[in-house]
């Protein structure tokens, strides 16, 4: 899957995460039952936590399977430990059942391949849990002309043409380039074949949720932008345009009908964050030409609008945590301190409450923050929804 800005690579975790993709086979209704394969790294010679982990990557990896995700949550999160809680607070009964089929000491690290038995719908809400606010999946077909003969005459040109749908376009790619240049995690869902054209036609037109939400699980993303592109060639080259005058270009116009969703984390539902309709103007010697004119100035209009209501929706989802640094004795320290947190990614905010105690604004999952700290020498004590505890090192 081609994927643009962030690049979600399984370096973040320091070991390879092996998947097995034999058939489910079936247990009782509701529940599938899947082979996955699980590694981890072995510590210190602590085999028995090396093993326990190992089986909690296969557990997520035969989640994954049973969702069908094409972002895996595994490669996105560092702290397996962190999310793994995070998880088992909210999703109960998530693994039905599971048996260990084999393992393998591998003196660096422990190989496992289990049987996990996963409640599909549960699988869904637990994965959904950690997609980003600030993740874009962006679907926007075209249907553009193709020229197959043309001939210009003293009467203008005449022209047979033939359509076909260009899911990657100039729209597309210009609009993915601008979003990621403004800090946005954008998933191009066109490579992936999760939808074809006419999927997205139906959609848009009939406001199908099921199709939304289908794609907001593959890729873990909170916001979704689904449209399609259509064209009217509005005048020939060569027609008469009146007062005795031939149209010197070919003038195609371009219409985007678009919409921008969320989903409602507490009832699942969709939210539109913006929808419309804008068009504009190609003018060229050929139609293809006049075409790729008017999609790119079709994404001038559109970008700006886009990020707008991107802006908004991230503003209105941050929320505040509370943040406390142990055993900070001094000023210095505690400045060190806010500087990291100002300086992490997604902060929107430091309000700093007392030595070591800040209150933090924060629009994701606690669990990316605490991922991010990590990285940065902390070391975590405990944590809530909206509240954790960590020391600075």
């Known amino acids: 899957m081609e994927k643009y800005s962030v690049k979600f690579k ?8 092996l998947v097995s993709l034999a058939m489910p086979f079936i247990s009782e209704a509701g529940v599938k039952c899947i082979d996955a394969e699980g ?3 072995i510590v210190n010679n602590d085999v028995p936590s090396s093993k326990a982990e190992a089986i909690a990557r296969a557990k997520w990896s035969a989640i994954e399977q049973s969702v069908g995700v094409e972002v895996k949550a595994q490669t996105v999160v560092q702290n397996f430990a962190v999310v793994d809680d995070a998880i088992s607070k909210n999703i109960r009964g998530l693994v039905t059942g599971y048996k260990l089929i084999l393992e393998d000491n591998r003196k660096d690290t422990f190989w496992v391949r289990i049987n996990a038995c996963i409640e599909p719908t549960k699988a869904q809400d637990a994965l959904m849990s950690l997609a980003l606010n600030n993740s874009l999946a962006v679907f926007i077909p075209a249907r553009k002309p193709k020229v197959v003969s043309e001939h210009t005459g003293k009467h203008g040109t005449s022209l047979q043409t033939t359509d076909e749908y260009d899911e990657t376009n100039v729209l597309s790619e210009k609009l993915i380039g ?25 959609a848009v037109k009939s406001g199908n949720n099921m199709t939304v939400r289908s794609l907001m699980y593959k890729f873990l993303s909170n916001v979704l932008l689904i449209g399609k592109i259509d064209y ?10 009146g007062y005795g005058i031939s149209m010197p270009f070919h003038n195609v116009t371009v219409r985007l009908t678009y919409r921008l969703i969320t989903r409602d984390k507490s009832s699942g539902k969709n939210i539109i964050l913006q929808a419309g309709a804008e068009e504009a103007k190609g003018l060229a010697m050929s139609v293809e030409d006049a075409t790729e004119k008017g999609l790119q100035a079709l994404q001038g209009k559109i970008t700006p609008i886009v990020l707008e209501a991107l802006s908004k929706h991230i503003a209105g989802a941050s929320k505040k945590i509370s943040f406390t640094a142990k055993d900070v004795s001094d000023i210095s320290t505690n400045f060190q301190i806010k500087e990291i947190l100002q300086n992490t990614a997604w902060v929107t905010s430091v309000e700093e409450k007392k030595l070591g105690e800040f209150l933090v604004g924060y629009p994701e999952n606690i669990v990316y923050l605490i991922n991010s700290l990590v990285q940065k020498g902390f070391r975590l004590t405990n944590f809530t929804n909206y509240s954790v505890t960590m020391e600075y090192r």
Do not use: N
């Open 232 to 241: 009217a060639i509005s005048t020939k080259k060569g027609e008469d345009v």
């Open 178 to 202: 601008k979003l990621i240049e403004q800090g946005y995690q954008v998933v191009d869902v066109a490579p992936t074949h999760a939808m074809d054209a006419a999927d997205i036609e139906r």
């Open 39 to 41: 590694e981890a790294v």
């Open 10 to 17: 399984s370096a973040f975790w320091g070991v390879s995460l």
